[in-house]
């Protein structure tokens, strides 16, 4: 398997699944929400795994400032993605934080949103090794 089909492959499963996760916290389905976002850090963490392989084969430097753009949002995604995760598991024993755990995933879905515009750039602009 190729870094780049591996990498397009876990895009694919990484983004279906925090489709659900966004569809089953938006309508309060607990019982599919936490498993999907497990399964969602799990698929990102090798979607992560496969950017770095596909990267090898790239000269990301030849990109432009559109690197080290991606590399500080991914980084702020990352941060925002895990304070909304620590509402959320607040949320399952304090009801009262389920709105602010809301607003922190939304804004971290949107971060990561942009993480994979300004990544899927760079990787377009990126030269092959």
Known sequence: MTPAFAFAASF???????GVVAWSG???????????VVLAYA???VTIWCAYALGETLD????GAITP????????????????SA???RTLFRAETRRTHGRLAWTALAIVV???ITG?????????R
């Open 114 to 116: 942009l993480a994979a």
């Open 43 to 45: 698929a990102l963490g």
């Open 69 to 84: 753009i991606h590399l500080t949002i991914a980084r702020v995604a990352t941060l925002a993605l895990v304070l909304a």
């Open 12 to 18: 694919l499963v990484t983004l279906v699944l925090l």
């Open 87 to 89: 509402f959320g598991a």
């Open 26 to 36: 938006a309508r309060g389905k607990r019982r599919v929400h936490v498993p999907a």
């Open 60 to 63: 990301l430097g030849s990109a």
């Open 120 to 128: 899927l750039v760079m990787v377009a602009l990126a030269e092959p």
